[in-house]
């Protein structure tokens, strides 16, 4: 896990915010077989928080990825038909993120795990407005 204390505050629902990463590391966990090596890091990127889920497990096509956050959409290989789940993690995390105005954003090959990242705006100063 890295997160660096100098990060600025976000507004968000920490609950909310909270499951999004739970839902990531689950799937980390599920997905990465033997390997169970996952990071966790939260970073700035763009003038953006990022917050960052990577395991070192199956890994995704780029077909895959483009369904991933759709509900019930569960990737077919033969080892995730071995993995009990719903397909509602991803889109969990996917409406929550955009709930607060963030996005999700996934790199990913097969054989070579993934890298999930939320990405939200930081805390606006109180003599912003709107969208700063």
Known sequence: MSIPETLPE???DPDAIQQAILNLLTN???YS???RD???RATER???AVIE???RGLGLTPDEQTHIFDKFYRAPSHASLLIAGT???LTLVAHIVQAHHGHVEVV???GEGSIFSILLRWRCPRDHGPGC
């Open 38 to 40: 996952i990071d966790l």
């Open 10 to 12: 976000i507004t968000a």
């Open 87 to 89: 397909g509602l993690g």
């Open 46 to 48: 763009q003038g953006q």
């Open 108 to 110: 990913s090959a097969p």
């Open 28 to 30: 980390a966990m599920k």
């Open 53 to 55: 889920v990577q395991d």
């Open 33 to 35: 077989g033997d390997s």
